[in-house]
């Protein structure tokens, strides 16, 4: 490792707690639940070049996909930043991972010398195009979902442009976004503050050589991890399905794992070609979703910067499911996330069975929009509660309850039931753990859950999407475990009427007084459920997670 290693670690802790301070000035200052609550945002410090140095994932998917959009920008500026320069960005053909992504930036100098780079990348509440809230399933090219922002200056030498900021706000239709990217312009200002005491410290000679262990020792325990796994070519496939305008298609994402030594290709040769809908998935998070299952996967605590990506080849065929061309639409792409994540594990189950997990649930969400007519002003929110499936069990543990989409690693949370009402005009009736929602297994997977709301005010509009609506699509099990169970939406009208909608889909004009069911699947189970210990399901049954039923007929239970 290059340079002194205690100093090295010194200055490795203290750039992961510049880090964390950018998350708290989010969290406090940010004003959409999206990020108050669900924390739906990552952070990074990279290098001057793009080259990433440190990450507070608080959501996983956004901290690798990050990276490419930085290279980027580095290069797009390259010479041409001062200090007080704050970049925006979201553009998915020039490293962004998704149009709801924004990513806020600004450079670092010492002295006159460009140092580095902090950046906070947030989902926003809004971002034009045809549907309030983006995800429109509809849409067959990215204009139609929304603004696309090509890395543009909006503060430069410390001045807003005002010309550049009237231009990008007046075109999203929520004040709070503009609130939320001043709190993210803030987060980076701490960070650049907190990084440039760091280099008044210790000079930036030091600084870089000690960035250079860092990203050595990445790759040292990255290598180190890989050549535990036995080498040879692992296979797996698994199917997305609808993508908006095709309802009835699928796609067959292909992955082939080579393990050579102590380095690791992920391969995605033979994936079908990219949808003309919105499905399709961005290089970035292609990557970051390889980069999500292969830190679950190891056993050693890897440092997440770029080094580990000096073992790691990701191969995407251009003009594919998981490396579309431009312009095609790519907002759902996000979460294919999960289908990635559950083929690698698929892939990798035989190599090493009892690290990777059973399937988590697939995302199943909608974002509703409409007008609060008590405050009077137009509302968007994504159903967090309602869309948090369980997490798929693993050898030795159980699966998590309630823990979301595995794109989040279980690190978005879900919204206070009381805030929810608060900020939208909808009255919550249910939101429970699902019985009987967990796959079977000696250990089971993680719970799924029940959610039933009102809508209180005439004229909304519901975009759902998500995956995993039929027994062949839920979250499947590992080593003889069972599959989590379906997920589901339907709306109830109050003259009676009950509609389902597709899993990519735009309910429109929905009336006061509709209550809103969903249930969210739990994940699938690890080996043979009649293993599993007997006080625990004994717990299970009477704890009402399990019935009776349920225990007898999958776990072989005779209580």
Not at 82 to 102: C, E, F, K, M, R
Not at 363 to 384: F, K, Q
Not at 403 to 430: C, K, T, W, Y
Request: glycine residues 12%; hydrophobic residues 40%; charged residues 25%.
């Amino acid at each position: 490792m290059s340079g002194d290693p205690i100093l090295t670690s010194i200055i490795a802790s203290r750039l992961k707690t510049i880090g964390q301070r950018m998350g708290v000035v989010v969290e406090r200052s940010a004003r959409s639940p999206l990020l108050v609550e669900g924390r739906d945002f990552s952070v990074g410090i990279y290098d001057r070049d793009g080259t990433l140095i440190e990450q507070t994932e608080y959501i996983p998917v956004l901290g690798y996909a990050t990276t490419p959009g930085m290279r980027h920008i580095a290069r797009r500026f390259a010479g041409d930043v001062a200090s007080g320069d704050v970049i925006l960005h979201n553009d998915p053909y020039t490293g962004g991972n998704q149009l709801s992504d924004w990513k806020v930036t600004k450079p670092v100098f010492h002295g006159d010398e460009h140092v580095a780079w902090v950046v906070i990348v947030a989902h926003q509440a809004d971002i034009g195009g045809n549907v309030p809230g983006s995800y429109n399933p509809q849409a067959t090219d990215m204009w139609q979902e929304g603004l696309r922002i090509t890395p543009v200056k909006i503060h430069a030498a410390g001045e807003r442009r005002e010309d550049v900021w009237d231009l990008i706000f007046g075109n999203v239709r929520l004040d709070v976004v503009a609130d939320d990217v001043t709190a993210m312009i803030g987060a980076c200002t701490v960070g650049e503050r907190e990084l440039v005491a760091l280099l008044d410290r210790y000079g930036v000679a030091r600084f870089r050589t000690a960035v250079a262990g860092m990203l050595d020792a990445a790759e040292q325990s990255a290598g180190r991890a890989i050549a535990a796994i036995d080498d040879g070519v692992y296979r797996a496939e698994w199917v997305v399905h609808d993508d908006g305008i095709d309802h009835d298609g699928s796609w067959t994402i292909r992955l082939a794992v080579t393990v050579e030594d102590d380095r690791m290709s992920f391969d995605f040769a033979g994936t079908d070609d990219q949808a003309a809908g919105y499905i399709n998935t961005p290089r970035a998070v292609t990557m970051s979703a390889v980069m999500i299952a292969f830190f679950m996967i190891v056993e050693e605590e890897i440092p997440h910067n770029d080094g580990v990506l000096r073992r790691i080849e990701v191969l995407t065929p251009e003009g594919s499911l998981v490396d579309p061309v431009f312009p095609a639409p790519t907002c759902f792409g996000n979460h294919v996330a999960d289908q990635l994540a559950a083929v690698i594990m698929l892939a990798l189950a035989e190599a090493v069975p009892e690290r990777v997990t059973a399937c988590w649930n697939h995302l199943l969400a909608s974002i509703v929009n409409g007008w609060d007519d008590r405050h009077a002003r137009p509302y968007v929110d994504i159903l967090l509660n309602a869309c948090k499936g369980g997490g798929g069990a693993t050898f030795g543990a159980d699966g998590f309850d309630h823990i979301g989409l595995i794109g989040s690693g279980g690190a978005i949370a879900a919204q206070d039931p009381e805030m929810f009402e608060v900020v939208n005009p909808h009255l919550l009736h249910r939101f429970e753990y699902l019985p009987d929602s967990a796959g079977a297994g000696r250990w089971r997977g993680g719970l799924g859950v029940v959610t039933e709301l009102e809508f209180l005010d005439d004229g909304a509009q519901a975009s759902v999407f998500g995956d995993g609506d039929t027994p062949d699509t839920t979250a499947f099990g590992i080593r003889g475990g069972g599959p989590g169970s379906v997920n589901a939406i339907e709306f109830r009208y109050p003259d009676g009427r009950v509609h389902r909608p597709r899993l990519k889909d735009l309910v429109t004009a929905i009336p006061r007084g509709t209550v809103y069911r969903q249930l969210a699947g739990g994940g699938g189970g690890y080996g043979d459920p009649r293993e599993r210990d007997r006080e625990a399901l004994a717990a299970d049954v009477r704890a009402g997670v399990v019935s009776p039923a349920a225990a007898r007929e999958l776990y072989g239970w005779e209580g």
